[in-house]
């Protein structure tokens, strides 16, 4: 009991950071279920919408910036795959992945040189950036919003999927591209819309995010997206449901490492979890099997 | 027959121009500054060429795509560092670490050959569990092992041998190496004096030449033809008799082994190293290298790492000055815009030039020959129609 | 009567191999049309190509008068042709209804009748609605695939290989629903290995032979052909 | 009676919940060319995939010259799942690779050719000497076997001339003509030096002179590398004018053996393979 009460701040990290892993982990899971590719540059997505929000809330009151930054974000996730992915579309696997690090590439230098290379301050979110105080211990009122707002999301875009017209051909689309072209879903469209939702996320998670550091650097995006990508590799990628509870194991391990004082070691255990994982069960936890057929 | 003597030609050329070229560096050297632009390409360039190769030879010749090149680039580093620091600098470098475990050193060509050792046996252990996985989760997977083994490099507890998170610095760089001091020794003989020759170039190029000369000659024995057996159609490859997991293996060995090589020779030339640089943007800027080549091309790679060394360290440096013409501010120019510009021309290659430079041809005297040869018979026609 | 379906000239090559070379087919409103050959003669990539998945080298394709050829499939599938995949290739992922209803992907209109239709058409799909596709069995894989397309309401529908790896009852009972489709006034483009089944149904016959036209016919009347015995059971030779 | 090359003893291989193959036995002497025929899916693909190890059987064991490629009986998740016959009649596990088949002697041809795209006829050939080197890797890149080196290619030339791609030989194997392919895959085959050769469908997609042509090539390899053959092909022409023996198989199956003559005749074939008849 102690023991937890001294954790407490951590673990309430560690969920908090999970939930905004889980935002971004979706991105990467939708996309690797449809288009069986690792976006890179999800991640750059992320910090991208950092960026633009440091300069929109200079000069917008917040109510115009969040939502501008939102609508930015989706319109640049949507914009990249119709310029680095889609022409690739039949191309091998490994050149569209290629593709993605080059847009990471892109979009980081892209951000360096719009920033100039420093840290931008991030603006603080009047709503979430408040301290309170919660079970004796003191946070920000961000970590106790993430999980419940992540969870929130999550159940709408389970249900979307589960149950609309857009979500049937998605789940039809990631099964059988051939098969789905066949039934009139148009391919593209169904693609973009993937890219839509998983930008959008990205965009939320960023507020989360960076409202619990100080500033934005051009290479933020890099190790969330890296973390949230093994989430969803750890949780089966292609399953939604598989990338947040991935999400939130890493984020709540990972904060724990840090309470025990291992913080060099923070990074590296996710990626030793990822390969035990790997090891084990190639497909992850939720995942799907896949046979090669001769 | 005529294969042979395409052979021939090919080994006789290349042999006058390996000749030349070295010659042609220490003419560099004699009459340019050290400091002269042009020797931090080529140094560079040829240490990225090496790394470029031993990447190609996993991911373009074997067809595992692995992401790991920064992590052993980083274990060579360190192995060298670790090894040739003088005794008596050691106290200083581990100041905080009360001089460090390791009181001995050895010399610089050994402790380089260790370096790639090192490397190689971390593959090994690495590769036991992960190259069983397929495409993205390989890659992934290696990914990951390159981030353990900077954390571990950077661990507090090991750090009288690494040094923790701090710089490793007054190891033999590369113009205090034994070689380096003969080219000295012999220039001042001839000259009186040593005057701008370091040497430091030419023994990158002979390190890294031997090095990428092994990989090629093993790309052509029977173990690259298996490799790229591999590569082609793993099902049909084993189907062959040939045994994946141990080819994945020498491959993936062999590949971390000049990696490690290549990190041992990037410490030399950088003459300081801090683990927390091998991050993973590293391997992806070693990955593109290897695209713009031609995945699956070692002359390709090698072209590449000099044009990716030179448009970034150098030609397109312009851009990152603000520049003023008739009193009117160029537009865009600042600093950072070169990388933007650098990564726009990166994007480009990769969308509209799949292939590469090269492809997966290979750049030989008797292919340049003879295309010289057939553009030259071809256009003889043309002309007489013309005429 | 006239011809739902003209295809003329038809080249198709992959990487380099001409797959089909040169195959020209008719298809008259109403009727069940099939094609027979062996592997790789070309069946499939004919109705891929229909059905605007695989882009010819060359080809007119007239569809009611109107050509067809570069369209996308969503156009081809919203103007009534529909394709049953072969092997099956139902969304394994997804539950028969929701199967169904990606079948109607590009309807607005209400699908109730539909779904009452095909129910009546396989009453054991209406048993597993809520079942997911991949834990049905292969005979109901294929009917599920057959009930999919309907859903499209097509005019034109064509089904490759539905007999294959089938037991001998399923696939009596595939051909019974393929006569029963047909009957409802949609027009059968039948690629069928099965060359007994498909000769018993069909009203004209195509045979197929390394991309080419080799035969064509009534199909009963080729039943009896001795080529055809021969080419599926090497009879005569010896 | 010429002794057994391959056996196949209640092999059963289910897949989740599938059986593929059912319970089959069979065998093939030294000297024969067999045929396996039956129906689309009806197993025979995975039949080859399980003697050459691509597939692990579930149950049963499979023997090569009087050694055992493999023995196996249903465990894990299997154990339940099995719905196969003779579930208690193997207790040992004996699971060979792919590639140590290919060593004691079992070569294969794939249904959709395998060939390996980037390379030449020439190299496609070569490659599957690999397997019988002496050299090491040390020695493979110094070139300290270049003596081993020049006969593995004057081998491979002399296989090339035999198959009649000599001249090709510096061709890219994918630019081949399809027969030709189909040709180049079988002596890349040959080049591991096989006792048994396992052919699946070598004639899809040939016109009947190529079919012909083949059914001479067979006969001639057989001859001349004293090769026993085991093959799946649906060209029925080929199939009875090459076949010493000929087993059918539907669903996973056996449904008939016996020579050409016997197999043409019998009912259940003809039914599996003409299809089932109106008035059954």
Known sequence: MNWITQNLPYIFAGISVGGQYALIAIGYTMVYGILRLINFAHGDIFMVAGVIMVYASATMPMYVSIPLVILTTVVIGVMIEKVAYKPLRSAPRMSIMISAIGVSYLLQNLALYITGGLSQRYPTIPAISKTVTFLGTTTKVVTLVTPVLTILLVTMLVLLIKYTKIGIAMRAVSKDFETSQLMGIRINSVISMTFLIGSFLAAVGSFLYFTNYTGVTPTAGAMPGLKAFVAAVFGGIGSIPGAVVGAFIIGICENIIKGVGWTTFSDAFTFALLIIILVFKPTGLFGEKSTDKV | MLEKSKKKINLTVSTILIILLLFGLYLMELFLSPSNMIFIVLQKGVIYALVAVSMNLLNGFTGLFSLGQAGFMLIGAYTYAIFTIPNEARTAVYQYFGGGLIKFNLPVTISIILAGVMAAVFAFLIGLPVLRLKSDYLAIATLGFAEIIRAIFQWNALGPITNGSNLLRKFPSLDSTGFSKWIQKITCDIFGKTGNVTGATIYAFIASGICIAIIVLLINSTYGRAFKAIRDDEIAAEAMGINLAKHKQIAFCISSFFAGISGALLAMYQTTIQASAFKSAMTYEILLVVVIGGIGSITGSCISSFLFIAASEWWLRFLDAEKYVGGVKVPFLRSGFRKVVFSIIIMAIVLFYRQGIMGTRELTPAGVWNWFKKTFIKSAPKKSKEA | ?238 | MSKNVLTLSNVTMQFGGVVAVNNLSLEVNEGEIVSLIGPNGAGKTTVFNVITGVYEATNGSIELNGQTLLSNYPKGKMKKLYAGENKGLYTKTVVKTPDQITKLGVARTFQNIRLFKSQTVFENVLVARHLRRTSNLFTATFKLNYKEEAKMRSETLELLRIVGLEDVKDEAATSLPYGKQRRLEIARALATEPDLLLLDEPAAGMNPQETDDLTAFIHDIRDKFKLTILLIEHHMNLVMDISDRIYAIDFGKLIASGTPDEIQANQKVIDAYLGVTEDE
């Open chain 3, 1 to 238: 009567m006239s011809n739902i379906l003209e295809i003329k000239n038809l080249v198709v090559s992959y990487g380099g191999i001409e797959a089909v070379k040169g195959i020209s087919i008719d298809v008259p409103e109403g009727e069940i049309v099939t094609l027979i050959g062996a592997n790789g003669a070309g069946k499939s990539t004919t109705l891929k190509t229909i059905a605007g998945i695989v882009k010819p080298k060359t080809a007119s394709i007239i569809y009611k008068g109107h050509e067809i050829l570069g369209k996308s499939p969503d156009a081809i599938v919203s103007s009534g042709i529909t394709l049953v995949p072969e092997g099956r290739r139902v969304f394994a992922n997804l539950t028969v209804k929701e199967n169904l209803r990606v079948g109607a992907y590009l309807r607005k209109d209400s699908l109730d009748k539909d779904f009452e239709f095909v129910f009546e058409l396989f009453p054991r799909l209406k048993e597993r609605e809520w079942q997911l596709a991949g834990t049905l069995s292969g005979g109901e894989q294929q009917m599920l695939a057959v009930g999919r397309a309907l859903m499209s309401r097509p005019n034109l529908i064509m089904m490759d290989e539905p007999s294959l790896g089938l037991a001998p009852l399923v696939v009596k009972s595939i051909f019974d629903i393929i006569k029963t489709i047909n009957s409802q006034g949609i027009t059968v483009l039948l690629v069928e290995q099965n060359a007994n089944m498909a000769l018993q149904v069909a009203n004209t016959a195509y045979v197929l032979e390394t991309g080419t036209v080799s035969m064509t016919g009534i199909g009963r009347e080729l039943l009896s052909d001795e080529r055809i015995k021969e080419a599926y059971l090497g009879k005569t030779r010896k």
